[in-house]
């Protein structure tokens, strides 16, 4: 019953714009995040967001080019992605976690719980 829906994936030039959306439903999370995971490489963490306050935290590769937000009301979830790089060429993945969690596990796959379907990003040059 659980389940994570994004959505707003797509074509971009480089330095364009796009923004991720994930809703959930079936129950309440503790923190959401967002992972990628291109061709041959492992899924990397992009960024995550405790559900009922506190500090929101971004990859070195990301920071200050992306942002993380949330919408209670509506338990949807947002990546707004600036300044894109062919680089971020990927499948985005949202993801949610039951307990807020050891801060050693916030930044792996391992420390969430449900997953999204992914949602393709592609940026050209």
């Known amino acids: 019953q659980v389940q994570l829906v994004e959505s707003g994936g797509g074509l971009v030039q480089a330095g364009g714009t796009l923004r991720l959306s994930c809703v959930a439903s079936?129950?309440?999370?503790?923190?959401m995040g967002w992972f990628r995971q291109a061709p041959g490489k492992e899924r990397e963490f992009v960024a995550f967001i405790p559900w009922n306050g506190g500090s929101t935290y971004y990859s070195d590769s990301v920071k200050c080019r992306f942002t993380i937000s949330k919408d209670s009301a509506r338990n949807t979830v947002y990546l707004q992605m600036n300044s894109l790089k062919p680089e971020d060429t990927a499948v985005y993945y949202c993801a949610a976690a039951l307990g807020l969690g050891p801060v050693g596990t916030r930044t792996y796959a391992r420390g969430y719980d449900y997953w999204g379907q992914g949602t393709q990003v592609t940026v050209s040059s």
């Open positions: 079936g129950r309440t999370f503790s923190r």
